[in-house]
């Protein structure tokens, strides 16, 4: 009905299976599938933090009491995806805030490595083509909602210093934006 164990030698375990770039998923909200499954794919793939914000086209609107009840559930989305992946630190959940808040506060960060994805094949680069990031710089990726930014969003997104980028020929839905983005980018610059 009980065990004992004392430890003979001095106990050492260290994993580290976090990846090399600090990378924030800033993420407009989505349906709550669409969403959980975000969230749980991309602490697979090595998110540091995860921003949900509400667009101007969000079809998604939560009250602070729902907001309150989804932070929990996805903060155990969160701890499942970790224990999943074989992660030992747990990425950090912003409470959800609109676009123009997050935007607001990044207009003085200098130091992130920002990109926004725009599905308008008249952009001059892909994501491919963006330069490297300096080593050791945050990387935040902002993906809109299902029926994209506005282009004021985009206008105000590049203002805060997030560039433009395509991630290919085809529009993604929003749930799958963000993955495929996050792997390119863990393929390019991180530790695929």
């Not at 912003?94 to 200098?110: D, F, G, M, Q, Y």
Request: charged letters at 20%; hydrophobic letters at 40%; aromatic letters at 6%.
């Amino acid at each position: 009905k009980s065990a004992q164990a004392r430890w003979l030698t001095q106990a050492e375990r260290h994993v580290d299976n976090e990846s090399p770039l600090n990378l924030t998923l800033i993420q407009c909200l989505s349906s709550a599938e669409k969403m959980d499954w975000t969230i749980e794919k991309s602490v697979e793939l090595g998110v540091n933090a995860i921003v949900p914000v509400f667009s101007n086209r969000s079809q998604i609107k939560l009250s602070a009491e729902r907001i309150d009840k989804k932070m929990l559930h996805w903060q155990r989305i969160i701890i499942a995806a970790c224990a999943q992946s074989g992660r030992n630190i747990c990425p950090q959940l912003h409470a959800p805030l609109s676009l123009t808040e997050w935007l607001k506060n990044r207009k003085s960060t200098v130091n992130s490595y920002k990109i926004i994805l725009h599905p308008d094949p008249q952009l001059p680069q892909t994501l491919s083509q963006l330069p490297r990031p300096e080593k050791n710089t945050p990387i935040e990726l902002l993906i809109g909602p299902e029926s994209g930014f506005d282009s004021a969003e985009i206008h105000a997104a590049q203002q805060s210093g997030y560039q433009t980028a395509l991630l290919g020929p085809r529009i993604l839905r929003t749930e799958t934006a963000g993955l495929a983005t996050l792997s390119s980018i863990q393929a390019l610059w991180g530790d695929f």
